[in-house]
């Protein structure tokens, strides 16, 4: 048994970690998260330590072209310091679990002021921005949704984020448009 919540709406990728992300019409969820997203991150030249948009900023209005060389000039000319990309040889590179899903009505009510502290109704970061037809994606934790081909199972809510998480439990192929069903 399952009940339409509602549609996918947009999908992001993020290539690089802290990044701006790229729209695309569809994508392969795969166990490990949505294909493509986060597979690279920046570090420092020297150290190989990872930057992050928390200790600059200034990374979240890059949008990465897919050309390491010419991203990490791009990084290292607009931070002032020697950076490089590296790829993570375990899959995406996620904080806190494979798929972030956020609602367009959440955004509402983050623009209305009802935002966890530290959040921004302006760039959630979500890979499913989800158009719901009622109801609060803050609901689901602890179940289970089919979003096109894939089933995910939602984890928790993010402390610092809007939306919620979810890990996937079968992979498949999701695209703008496909039906969000709560399941069970």
Do not use: F
């Not at 948009?53 to 000319?77: C, F, W």
């Amino acid at each position: 048994m399952s009940d339409v919540v509602g549609v996918v709406d947009q999908i992001s990728l993020y290539p690089v970690k802290s990044l701006a992300g790229r729209t695309v019409p569809a994508v392969e969820v795969e166990a490990a998260g949505l294909h493509g997203d986060r597979e690279w991150s920046v570090v420092e030249a020297g150290s190989g330590e990872r930057v992050t948009v928390k200790t600059t900023p200034q990374l979240a209005g890059i949008v990465p072209t897919g050309d390491t060389e010419a991203d990490t000039t791009t990084v290292t000319e607009l931070i002032g310091r020697p950076v490089r990309l590296a790829r993570s040889a375990d899959g995406p590179q996620v904080d806190a679990a494979a798929v972030h899903l956020v609602s367009r009505e959440a955004i509402d009510r983050a623009a209305a002021g009802d935002v966890p502290e530290g959040c921004s109704a302006d760039d959630p970061r979500a890979n499913l921005l989800l158009h719901l037809s009622g109801g609060d994606e803050r609901d689901w934790v602890g179940r289970r949704l089919q979003v096109g081909g894939a089933e995910l199972e939602v984890v928790r809510t993010p402390k610092h984020c809007l939306g919620v998480y979810a890990e996937v439990r079968v992979p498949g192929r999701v695209t703008a448009g496909d039906a969000v069903r709560l399941l069970g």
